[in-house]
């Protein structure tokens, strides 16, 4: 990715990046990942192509940014209002909050192929990653830990993503009360 999340950026290129933001968000709403096309993006953020290219390398380079930037807000959120006992079901809540805020993307998924698409792989996948660095932060500053943090932090994020999906695809009506106290079960061992 030729962006780098983390570094100061001008007005201008922030109103680029959102820009492009919204285009993809409102492409991915009408149709197929891999139907849409550079050309698209540009014509709906109005931008020129080179614009684009100063930004991203290719239309899945601005997928990798869009995740990384929808993990970036729920992350300052996470930091924001959590406490150590419950940091788990607060990430699961922010990232349940996300989408339940974000219909069009999360229909976009759902027409297309749903949890088996590439769409909800990529995006999945990387915030996956996300929530395992968070959760291993957390696990590594628990001296009390019988278990590697790497592999509690593994575990943890796998259950998240997976507790996600199921809340998303499966039971779509589930409400939030309902599905923490799922996943407190969970983290108990209280099957």
Same mark, same amino acid.
């Given at each position: !990715?030729?962006?780098?999340? &983390?570094?100061?950026?001008? @007005?201008?290129?922030?109103? &680029? @990046? ?10 991915? =709403? ?20 080179? &614009? ?9 380079? $601005? $997928?990798?940014? +869009? ?7 729920? +992350?300052? *959120? %996470?930091?924001?209002?959590? /406490? ?9 809540? $922010?990232? %349940? ?6 219909? /069009?993307? %999360? ?5 297309? #192929?749903?949890?088996? =698409? ?18 291993? *932060?957390?696990?590594?500053? #628990?001296?009390?830990? *019988?278990?590697?943090?790497?592999? +509690?932090?593994?575990?943890? =994020?796998?259950? @998240?993503?997976? !507790? %996600? ?10 409400? &939030? ?8 079960? @969970? ?5």
């Amino acid at each position: !990715m030729k962006i780098d999340v &983390t570094k100061h950026l001008t @007005l201008g290129a922030k109103r &680029t @990046l959102k820009a492009f933001r919204i285009a993809m968000f409102e492409e991915l =709403s009408e149709k197929e990942f891999d139907k849409i096309t550079v050309n698209d993006i540009c014509q709906r953020s109005e931008y020129p192509r080179a &614009t684009f290219y100063n930004y991203f390398d290719d239309k899945i380079d $601005l $997928l990798q940014y +869009l995740w990384s930037y929808i993990a970036k807000d729920v +992350l300052e *959120q %996470l930091s924001k209002d959590t /406490s150590d006992r419950n940091t788990l079901v607060n990430v699961f809540n $922010l990232l %349940l909050g996300f989408f339940h805020s974000n219909e /069009s993307l %999360l229909n976009s998924i759902k027409q297309n #192929n749903g949890v088996n =698409s590439h769409l909800w792989h990529n995006m999945s996948g990387y915030l996956k990653n996300e929530v395992n660095k968070v959760v291993y *932060q957390y696990c590594a500053d #628990n001296p009390s830990n *019988q278990v590697p943090a790497k592999m +509690l932090s593994r575990f943890f =994020s796998d259950l @998240l993503i997976g !507790m %996600l999906e199921w809340c998303l695809f499966d039971e779509p009506e589930i409400d &939030t009360k309902t599905a923490d106290d799922y996943l407190n079960a @969970l983290l108990n061992g209280k099957f």
